[in-house]
């Protein structure tokens, strides 16, 4: 039995995950930016005996930011409101458990890779697409992490350098352009300027319920607006793709993350910017999916680091 | 001793290499589009007993194109006017020795690799800049060929898809930026439309006297339209490169090629726009150097193979 934990702003998923790779139980511990390193260690370490008592051989932990996968130091993470944070040194005080720490979406590139991903598939990359864009990449099936454990960071490639200012302070990164939180922006501009679009009354109630989801469900609905957002998300994504795959030539991309859920809304637009691509090998090879167990690739993923 | 072979357009260079990866002797063959490839094969063959008698290990042939280097086929090589040639057979035949077949980017990010990078260093991008742009990776100290031997596809990143028109059929590639071909047209458009330039003379006897060579002598000898076309190519492949280290996280990024003697006029708005980068930890660990040996990396790259 390992362990498996994903690290949110907000709570932490903490799972033991059987040998073959299946949840068995789960349970969630508070984290939030009040919490110490040390507490927080402790507080997980309580909710691993709790779920396995001492039946435990790994621990896996996924965090959202820079981690240092070799020492399993997190470097940064501004959800956590950690900098230089020996996470792996601290639980495995609080556990006496072996941990490895990495990149939430190296965890989730991991997990697609090892969970739903036929063996005779050695490369992929994993785009989780939520509030905003990461990326994993497994190559001759190892974890590619690079030098410093950065590799994949897919959501700030520049797609346009005048495009929308980036949380990171560049602009037009891909995150902009599909990042669960930028869509909505993007939305509830048009909406503040008017557009016509059956979102208006949802939007005059309470601009932040223009989730994504609900954007899916309008442009489902026939909403224009909704529609021709996520179009140019689509083409966006579909830019940033094509780059990737001339660039690492994996045989899988699949999709997770909330924004995914958009399907055919997203990949349409997606797969007529890859249809538009001259070099025809790379492309052809490669096969794009949505990741089959997205809410809980996660922890499956750290469970089997 | 090994044989390499950088196969050109117009010509073939072979060389024969000994095991401190020393050049011993050279000799050229010419191809051009009116051989067919089994009688080149045989020229090849020929040049290669001349050169070194029956003391040959292994034969690496690097070929511009798309290369199927597993089974050894060029599948694609406009230069040499070949769809579908069986090279690694035909040679194999023509001279007994085992031969293997390799795209020229990925040889030379080989040659690099294996001789003028510190055995410290386990991954790195090749990037080529001679009349277009091409792009080798190796990581974990191997050569990235990706699912179908197309891995490294740099030149053809998408930039700006409003961009000028590629060869390829896309607009805006990074090819259309720092490409040997494309910074003279560029030159020669803004030269056509009067730009003041010490270059009008030159343009003016000879249109393809514009070279990237005379538009580094140019800028150095401090002309402006010179000067503002190599610092645009510089940003253009900087964005290009931030985004590489973004995603692949390598130790190393060497340059090689014509258009990368430009020196610092190409790699200080390159370093400028690398350093706008608000992710540090990739940026900082890389270093950027240029090939110490142009010339020979080619042959090189290709009899270590």
Chains 1, 2 share one sequence.
Not at 144 to 153: I, L, N, P, V
Not at 165 to 194: D, F, Q, V, W
Request: overall charge positive; glycine content about 12%; some cysteine.
């Amino acid at each position: 039995m390992n362990i498996g934990i994903d690290m949110g702003g907000t709570s932490a998923k903490v799972a033991l995950v059987n040998d073959r790779n299946r949840i068995v139980d789960v349970t969630s511990v508070p984290t939030g930016l009040k919490s110490s390193p040390p507490e927080l260690a402790k507080r997980l370490a309580a909710a691993v005996k709790k779920l396995a008592g001492r039946h435990v051989r790994r621990i896996g932990v996924g965090v959202a930011g820079d981690i240092d996968s070799h020492h399993g130091i997190v470097r940064i993470s501004p959800n956590l409101g950690w900098k230089r944070v020996p996470l792996k040194m601290l639980l495995q005080r609080a556990t006496g458990n072996s941990v490895a720490v990495e990149n939430d979406a190296n965890v989730a590139a991991w997990g697609i890779y090892k969970t739903e991903t036929p063996s005779s598939v050695k490369s992929l990359i994993a785009i989780t697409l939520g509030t905003g864009v990461g990326g994993g990449i497994v190559i001759d099936g190892q974890l590619h992490r690079g030098a410093t454990g950065s590799a994949g960071e897919i959501g700030h490639m520049v797609l346009d350098p005048k495009g929308r200012l980036c949380n990171c302070g560049m602009r037009g990164c891909l995150e902009t352009c599909a990042g669960g939180t930028h869509l909505s922006a993007i939305a509830c501009e048009a909406l503040k300027k008017g557009a016509k679009s059956r979102l208006q009354k949802i939007y005059k109630a309470n601009p932040q319920a223009i989730t994504p989801k609900v954007l899916t469900e309008a442009a489902r609905a026939g909403d224009r607006l909704a529609q021709s957002l996520w179009e140019n998300a689509g083409r966006a994504l579909g830019r940033a793709v094509g780059d990737l795959i001339y660039v690492i030539n994996p045989e899988r991309i699949v999709f997770t993350g909330g924004v995914a859920q958009a399907g055919s809304l997203l990949f349409k637009p997606l797969q007529l910017e890859l249809s538009r691509r001259p070099f025809k090998t790379p492309i052809r090879v490669v096969s794009i999916a949505v990741a089959k167990n997205p809410a809980h690739i996660g922890v499956l993923g750290a469970a089997l680091l």
